[in-house]
């Protein structure tokens, strides 16, 4: 949680993000993930000054436990100083105990975005989907949270101006924007109606741009001009590569998300991430093409 302390902008982590739609993806599936096409309600989380501290942090988990479909899942919530926002002690469960940092105790309008990542690292840890390492594995829980319709919270809690800052989670809040941006994509949503924090709107609008350029990426016929121009050009080198799989043919080029690989004596492949899910496709260099992502099931139009 930055606290008054410089907030990291920009995407430094990214790969680790596409990593974790991919694995959500393959852990969840297509339809599970589509149950999660309705986003928490703000209404459902609002928390007032007036509300009682406990009773409503305890309403609003409850909240965001049937968001996540954990029926069984029972967070006991308390606060404490701590230098996190919070932690969730990730037992065997039915009971999980949940502490805020007392920090929330004035600033209760941000009580949901913290529980809406604690609940995330139950439901993930029920899942038994976790990455290696601390950092990965809350880059992971950031990005379910928010793709799976809770983390819209999470960047309407970051503000910053001259004199102070506030943010949560591991994500910057361009990236929280990306994420959000990717999930607005899929079921055609807008979370920008549900943002209070002038900051959030920014931040959002730098993430679906770079949501956006997943999807002007060759061989996807979205591509800009400079973009095909370099992809004949390598295109062209793997070909006279004479399917020996070295230079172009070896694997992905640097700066470009496409890799050229010879298929024996049979044509030129190319294998890109899906816009969607970031699953790898693989489809062979003959033109016009119409690929199916197996995994989001996603159809992309290519010119290979």
């Not at 982590?13 to 703000?42: C, G, M, N």
């Not at 609940?119 to 379910?144: C, K, Q």
Request: with cysteine; glycine share 8%.
């Amino acid at each position: 949680m930055a606290n008054g302390g410089p907030v990291q902008h920009g995407f430094p982590h990214l790969e680790t993000v596409r990593a974790s739609i991919t694995a959500l993806y393959k852990r969840l599936s297509y339809d599970t993930v589509q149950t999660f096409a309705t986003s928490v309600a703000p209404a459902d989380v609002a928390f007032c000054d007036t509300d009682d501290l406990y009773l409503g942090a305890q309403r609003v988990a409850h909240e965001l436990v049937r968001h996540y479909r954990l029926p069984d899942a029972r967070l006991i919530v308390g606060f404490r100083e701590m230098s996190h926002a919070a932690n969730v002690e990730l037992a065997a469960g039915p009971e999980y105990f949940v502490e805020l940092n007392d920090r929330f105790r004035t600033h209760r309008r941000d009580i949901g975005a913290a529980l809406a990542h604690e609940v995330a690292h139950v439901y993930l840890h029920r899942l038994g989907l976790s990455f290696p390492g601390t950092r990965d594995n809350e880059i992971l829980t950031d990005t379910a949270t928010t793709y799976l319709g809770a983390g819209w919270l999470l960047l309407d809690a970051y503000r910053e101006d001259a004199a102070s800052s506030q943010k949560l989670g591991y994500l910057t809040p361009e990236e929280f924007g990306y994420v959000l941006a990717k999930r607005a994509l899929v079921f055609a949503e807008d979370p920008s109606v549900w943002f209070t924090s002038p900051q959030a709107y920014t931040a959002y609008a730098k993430g679906l741009a770079e949501a956006r350029r997943d999807e002007q990426q060759p061989p996807l016929t979205g591509a800009g001009w400079v973009g095909r121009r370099r992809y004949a050009r390598d295109r062209r080198h793997a070909q006279n590569d004479d399917g020996a799989g070295a230079g172009a043919g070896a694997g992905v080029l640097p700066g470009v998300p496409y890799a050229f690989t010879p298929e024996g004596r049979g044509p030129l492949r190319v294998s890109f991430p899906c816009p969607t899910c970031q699953q790898r496709i693989r489809v062979p260099v003959r033109g016009r093409v119409r690929a199916r992502c197996g995994l989001c099931r996603t159809v992309l139009e290519c010119d290979t």
